[in-house]
């Protein structure tokens, strides 16, 4: 018998609340084995970025030529990608025939306000990078980012995912987290058939740090466990909601969200 197993491509967060860290902590307590592929360090802690190293682009490549040749993937996820080169590698390997199912968390900008992609890289990440995924998993400021719209009501939502959609991924999750004024979340997934929506109570926290990568990291797992995308996501909304109701402080500024079995 062998593990289901995941590869999480994405940057570093020394202070282990988000990136790989939150990524390869949520495979294990889902019961996924992770592997990972670095694109960049940084130097944070929860009051913000402090520094970021890009890895060579060598580095990346034989870092993802590694797992996929030996211990391969039931599903990959892709989260801090840095620059246009670095998208350009992952999506060579994922035009790759075999390659599995990916989910693409287009992180561009930490919630501390630092930036995590470079803004010219966005023209790279829908060309060459969203035709390959599974699923996008944009959070409100990135999809109107990515598509020049604002997402004010409901219509303009589904405009802006269709949108999304229309550059080749095979589904999108549009977060509702960032949305301010109202006491509920609406995240709404969209695979260009019906539009699936997941409601939850808003939780007063502070402590959110990581939240995105932790909620598509708990996709790509159930998706590796083989479960089919609309459950993967319900499930893992279930997940990162009491990640957010448990979460508290680790520093002096925004807590991560809470990792335990
Ligand atoms: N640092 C890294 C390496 C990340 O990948 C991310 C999110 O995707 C963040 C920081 C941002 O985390 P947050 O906005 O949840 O604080």
């Given at each position: 018998m062998s593990?289901?197993?995941?590869?999480?491509?994405?940057?570093?967060?020394?202070?282990?609340?988000?990136?790989?860290?939150?990524?390869?902590?949520?495979?294990q307590?889902?019961?996924?084995?992770?592997?990972?592929?670095?694109?960049a360090?940084t130097?944070?802690?929860?009051?913000g970025?402090?520094?970021v190293?890009?890895?060579s682009?060598?580095?990346?490549?034989?870092?993802?030529?590694?797992?996929?040749?030996?211990?391969?993937?039931d599903?990959?996820?892709?989260?801090m990608?840095f620059?246009e080169e670095?998208i350009k590698?992952?999506?060579d390997?994922?035009s790759?025939e075999?390659?599995?199912?990916?989910?693409?968390?287009p992180?561009?900008?930490?919630?501390?306000?630092?930036?995590?992609l470079?803004?010219?890289?966005?023209?790279?990440?829908?060309?060459?990078?969203?035709?390959?995924a599974?699923?996008?998993?944009?959070?409100?400021?990135?999809?109107?980012?990515l598509?020049?719209?604002?997402?004010?009501t409901?219509?303009?939502?589904k405009?802006?995912?269709?949108?999304?959609?229309?550059?080749?991924?095979e589904?999108?999750?549009?977060?509702?987290?960032?949305?301010?004024?109202t006491?509920?979340?609406t995240?709404?997934l969209?695979?260009?058939?019906?539009?699936?929506y997941?409601?939850?109570?808003?939780?007063?926290?502070?402590?959110?740090h990581?939240?995105g990568?932790?909620?598509s990291?708990?996709?790509?797992a159930?998706?590796?466990?083989?479960?089919?995308?609309?459950?993967?996501?319900y499930?893992?909304?279930?997940?990162?909601?009491?990640?957010l109701?448990?979460?508290?402080?680790?520093?002096?500024?925004?807590?991560?969200?809470?990792?335990?079995?």
């Amino acid at each position: 018998m062998s593990y289901v197993k995941a590869l999480t491509i994405a940057g570093s967060d020394s202070g282990g609340g988000a990136g790989i860290q939150a990524d390869l902590k949520t495979f294990q307590e889902l019961d996924v084995y992770g592997t990972s592929a670095i694109t960049a360090l940084t130097a944070q802690n929860t009051l913000g970025v402090q520094g970021v190293y890009p890895a060579s682009p060598e580095a990346l490549k034989a870092q993802i030529s590694s797992v996929m040749s030996d211990i391969g993937a039931d599903a990959v996820k892709t989260g801090m990608l840095f620059d246009e080169e670095r998208i350009k590698i992952v999506a060579d390997f994922a035009s790759k025939e075999d390659f599995p199912p990916l989910i693409v968390d287009p992180v561009m900008i930490a919630t501390s306000g630092d930036q995590l992609l470079e803004e010219k890289a966005e023209k790279a990440l829908i060309k060459k990078l969203f035709p390959h995924a599974a699923l996008i998993t944009p959070n409100i400021p990135e999809a109107e980012a990515l598509t020049g719209k604002k997402a004010g009501t409901l219509q303009t939502r589904k405009e802006i995912m269709r949108d999304l959609i229309s550059f080749g991924a095979e589904a999108v999750l549009l977060k509702g987290g960032h949305e301010e004024g109202t006491d509920w979340i609406t995240d709404i997934l969209y695979d260009g058939a019906a539009f699936h929506y997941y409601h939850v109570p808003k939780l007063d926290t502070p402590h959110t740090h990581g939240t995105g990568c932790t909620y598509s990291a708990a996709i790509t797992a159930y998706m590796a466990k083989g479960k089919a995308l609309h459950d993967a996501v319900y499930s893992s909304k279930a997940f990162i909601h009491l990640a957010l109701s448990e979460a508290r402080s680790a520093g002096e500024g925004a807590g991560p969200v809470y990792h335990a079995a």
